[in-house]
């Protein structure tokens, strides 16, 4: 609910997200909060002069799902080459949580992921 919400306000900055979400059970809380934080870092970055504005990016495509052992949110925006960077402190905190950001360039695009294993992950913590 709180991503959709972030998602409509960044259409003010003319920026499109779009979501996908297969997640079948609950995410636990702090898992929950550190998504929202990359997510809102993401779009925030975007939306920013150093992002939307000066890169052109309109849209992120964004989804959330579990796969391979793993629950994971990614992230894709093209028509800038430049990486996002997480800042330090969100780094530390998905790491403090069993999660990893990652940022790759692929072809034509640029993915952010954050995941975590799926154990352990549930409502249950």
Same mark, same amino acid.
């Not at 409509?8 to 900055?13: C, I, T």
């Not at 996002?84 to 692929?106: C, D, P, Q, T």
């Given at each position: ?77 093209? $028509?800038? @080459?430049? /990486?996002?960077? +997480? ?7 998905? =790491?403090?949580? %069993? #999660?990893?950001? $990652?940022? @790759?360039? /692929?072809?034509? +695009? ?7 294993? =799926?154990?352990? %992950? #549930?409502?249950?913590?």
């Amino acid at each position: 609910m709180y991503i959709d919400e972030l998602a409509r306000l960044a259409e003010y900055a003319g920026v499109k997200i779009f979501i996908a979400s297969q997640f079948k059970e609950p995410v636990d809380l702090r898992r929950a909060t550190l998504f929202y934080d990359v997510f809102y870092g993401v779009a925030d970055w975007v939306a920013s002069g150093s992002g939307a504005q000066e890169s052109g990016i309109r849209c992120i495509l964004a989804s959330f799902g579990s796969e391979n052992g793993f629950t994971t949110m990614r992230l894709q925006y093209a $028509e800038d @080459k430049r /990486l996002f960077r +997480a800042e330090m402190g969100l780094a530390e905190a998905a =790491a403090s949580a %069993g #999660g990893k950001i $990652e940022v @790759k360039e /692929l072809d034509g +695009a640029v993915g952010v992921n954050l995941s975590f294993p =799926a154990e352990g %992950g #549930g409502a249950d913590g």
